[in-house]
């Protein structure tokens, strides 16, 4: 993981700002959903996408080690392996 040196207080009702540049980089937009992970004592925010991570194909998606994937990109991975 990799530190922005940014830091950012919680407000009373539990908000948090998330800067500009940040919101830039990794495509977010006002209004776009955000996950929210816990990783032991870590907060992971992700932009949430219910698409496959390859082919966007939200048809028959399941979540593998962090990343949607769908049953057609499963089984193309398969007959690579």
Same mark, same amino acid.
Do not use: H, M, P, W
């Given at each position: 993981m !990799? @530190?922005?040196g940014v830091v950012?207080?919680? /407000?009373?009702?539990?908000r948090i700002v998330l800067p500009k540049e940040l919101r830039t980089i990794l495509g977010i937009n006002v209004k776009d @959903? %955000?996950? %929210?992970f816990t990783d032991g004592d870590k907060i992971v925010l992700q932009k949430y996408q219910p698409c496959c991570t390859f082919? +966007? +194909? *939200? +048809? /028959?998606?399941?979540y593998f +080690?962090? !990343?949607r994937i769908c049953a057609e990109c499963? *089984?193309?991975i398969k007959d690579q392996l």
């Open positions: !990799k @530190s922005t950012r207080k919680v /407000d009373e009702l539990g @959903s %955000i996950e %929210i082919c +966007n +194909n *939200a +048809n /028959d998606v399941i +080690n962090g !990343k499963i *089984a193309k």
